[in-house]
């Protein structure tokens, strides 16, 4: 085995770990104790992987940070996080492969890029904006239709979706700055939103909802609310974190 493959099991598996204890130990769930809506970047090792090791690594990591993170849970808690389901290994696999596919793409350089974040950007700044100002009616469809006896704050919406808010803002402006730079950046924003879209607000609501039989609808706000947020905190450190790895030769 090279020096150069060892040094990509190890970073690879060095990731996959970290991805665990992010996954795991550091997120936060709301309401508390519930499966509507967890908030954390446990994926975010996972994206390092595809775009730095590439998406066939990325494949491999995604399914072992998965099925492992899911058993070392169990094993540290005396009992499963949940019922093991393929499809949360699906979403793993997305974050794991789609980030190194459009990164070293070699089609759409240039400001496609630019634009396609802008149009993106634009649709969470409109559903962020829809949820500040019908956050009571969203509260009572939620408490209405999950049934779970649920207690929901409209103060810490409006702090989340704050966040969001600014974060979002804050993603027009690094486009602007970026704008006569390479697209490494943008690349790295595309993929973030695109899997935010996909498995936030489209998978994962069915994963939970053919599991625990949670209509699929009222999940969907509180999604909303986290979207713009999460995407912001992931850019801010992928963009960041991928340059550092990249200059030292990962």
Request: charged fraction near 10%; glycine fraction near 8%.
């Amino acid at each position: 085995m090279t020096d150069n493959k060892l040094k990509k099991i190890i970073f690879a598996s060095l990731m996959v770990a970290i991805g665990i204890v992010l996954s795991n130990f550091v997120s936060i769930s709301y309401p508390p104790n519930s499966t509507i809506i967890r908030f954390g970047i446990g994926y975010l090792p996972l994206i390092i992987v595809s775009i730095i090791l590439g998406p066939k690594i990325g494949f491999a990591a995604a399914i072992i940070q998965d099925v492992l993170g899911y058993f070392v849970y169990m094993l540290i808690f005396g009992f499963p996080s949940g019922p093991f389901f393929p499809g949360f290994t699906l979403n793993s696999i997305l974050y794991g492969v789609l980030p190194g596919l459009i990164y070293h793409l070699k089609v759409w350089k240039g400001n496609f890029f630019i634009y396609f974040n802008i149009f993106l950007l634009t649709t969470l700044l409109a559903l962020g904006i829809w949820s500040l100002i019908e956050v009571d009616y969203i509260i009572s469809i939620i408490e209405a239709r999950l049934g779970e006896d649920m207690i929901f704050s409209p103060f810490f919406i409006y702090f989340m979706l704050g966040l969001g808010l600014a974060g979002v803002l804050s993603g027009f402006v690094f486009i602007y700055l970026k704008r006569k730079e390479d697209d490494q950046s943008h690349r790295i924003i595309f993929s973030v939103i695109i899997l935010q879209l996909i498995v936030t607000l489209v998978l994962t609501p069915l994963w939970v909802t053919i599991l625990y039989k949670i209509p699929f609808l009222p999940q969907l706000p509180l999604r909303i609310i986290k979207t713009p947020l999460e995407v912001f905190i992931y850019s801010v450190l992928l963009v960041r974190l991928i340059k550092i790895f990249e200059h030292y030769k990962i």
